[in-house]
């Protein structure tokens, strides 16, 4: 079907710069995508072995000084400390795309930030009608954040595993999407999981923020500057009440994105450098590579065997759980999409068809690190329905994946005769061919 000039694209072919942006930032995450299931598989395979005791002994354990409110498990220790790394260059990533990146054009923030958004309200709205026709309530009805968030570097192990070869503007749209589901589920932990909140610490934490500020700003990165600083932040941040991955947020999100030709040369780094990509280099691997899969180790040893598989089918939050996000996903992010075509009368582009965003939407029902960690937020680490839920996660995460693979594996051979397109360079000047009308002089993305 030909597609009429003077209506918008969806999915179009990006920039190649945007293209090469995208691919360096999911090689990363494959990467840790792999480490993760590596560490949630030898969770769940120690925790249900003879030696489950030792598992939890280990999680378990209190280390830290109880004068500073830092007497924590190693399993709080991961979900407080390590994430606030994988949320840190969670904020550097969202300043980069609303600034540099794919979002500072409202035009083309608009599908992926309606698709997002879709893909967050229906899986809490859909959670919380399951619930109520299971006949749930009360503390069940806490965990409806757990189903909205997508975790990315599962995803793209999953892509890995399958070989598929989705075309640069999928791979965009769906890194895109992952960084809009990162900022609504943070503020969805600051605003609705803070049980109490001290306001005189959360006030003196702006003061090493601030000083943070001042010295990336300026471009002074010397690390035994900036490390007491972040540290500093993050423990008033957790001894305020809200949690403190949130200060990890905070902290990349004053990091400077673009270069600074005016910058005195009392900086440490050049007056050309993108600080937020050095930091982002240098942490994206810790976070994906050592945080993120300490965390799932931590977070996934659940009971599957000796009846806790059964117990959690029998909760009404962890069914709830499943049908949000193996459904809820996939409605709410195609039909976000979808909306979006429809009042904007865009269309498809060429050799991509709806399916392919089915696939995608499945994908996007993969909800693993953050859907962890608010469930944590919502029943209490440890608590009986806190595991059930954990399950649950793990379940409906393996059942998107698998349909997910199921389309996607269909479409393959459309998407290696894209691949093969975009890698064309025939005449040899190190873009290739596809790219060669795209604005190769955009912002520079790190």
């Known amino acids: 079907m030909s597609l009429n000039p003077l209506r918008p694209r969806l999915f179009a072919r990006t920039t190649w710069q945007e293209a090469q942006y995208v691919a360096a930032a999911l090689r990363t995450e494959t990467v840790g995508g792999a480490l993760l299931l590596t560490a949630a598989v030898a969770a769940l395979a120690w925790a249900n072995s003879p030696w489950s005791d030792a598992y939890s002994a280990l999680r378990d354990l209190q280390v830290g000084p109880h004068a500073l409110h830092l007497d924590l498990t190693l399993g709080q220790w991961a979900a407080d400390g390590l994430l606030a790394i994988f949320f840190f260059v969670a904020g550097l990533e969202l300043k980069r795309e609303f600034l540099v990146g794919e979002l500072r054009s409202p035009a ?18 859909l959670y919380l009608a399951t619930v109520s026709l299971l006949g749930g309530g009360g503390d069940a009805l806490r965990g409806w954040a757990v189903p909205t968030a997508t975790d990315i570097a599962f995803a793209l192990a999953v892509l890995a595993v399958i070989g598929t070869h989705l075309p640069s503007a999928l791979r965009s749209f769906l890194l895109t999407l992952a960084v809009v589901d990162d900022l609504v589920a943070i503020t969805i932990i600051a605003v609705f999981y803070t049980q109490s909140l001290d306001l005189p610490l959360l006030g003196l934490a702006l003061l090493p923020l601030a000083a943070f500020a001042w010295l990336v700003q300026r471009r002074i990165a010397h690390w035994w500057l900036l490390l007491p600083l972040a540290l500093l932040t993050w423990g008033l941040v957790h001894a305020s009440g809200i949690h403190a991955t949130v200060a990890g947020v905070l902290l990349g999100l004053v990091v400077p994105v673009r270069p600074r030709a005016s910058v005195p040369r009392v900086s440490t780094l050049d007056a050309d450098t993108d600080v937020a990509h050095r930091f982002e280099h240098r942490l994206r691997p810790l976070s994906a590579g050592v945080a993120v899969p ?49 009042f904007t009368r865009a269309e ?28 944590e937020l919502a029943f209490g680490t440890g608590s009986p329905r806190d595991e059930h839920v954990k399950l649950a996660v793990l379940t409906g995460s393996v059942l998107s994946a698998l349909l997910a ?6 479409r393959n051979r459309v998407y290696r005769r894209l691949e093969e397109l975009e890698s064309r360079d025939d005449d040899g000047d190190g873009i290739p061919d596809a790219f060669q009308g795209t604005d190769v002089q955009a912002p520079p993305r790190g």
């Open 108 to 125: 083309k923030a608009a599908l992926p930030v309606a698709a997002a958004l879709c893909g967050v309200a229906v899986p809490a709205a």
């Open 348 to 375: 498809l582009d060429d050799d991509l068809a709806w399916w392919d965003v089915v696939g995608l939407s499945m994908l996007a029902g993969i909800g693993f690190t953050v859907s962890l960690l608010v469930g």
């Open 405 to 410: 693979t199921v389309v996607l594996r269909a």
């Open 294 to 342: 300490v965390f799932a180790f931590f977070a996934a040893g659940v009971q599957v065997v000796g009846g806790g598989f059964g117990d959690s089918l029998a909760d009404e939050a962890a069914a709830a759980v499943v049908v949000a996000l193996v459904l809820g996903k996939v409605v709410g992010v195609l039909g976000g999409t979808w909306t979006f075509a429809r």
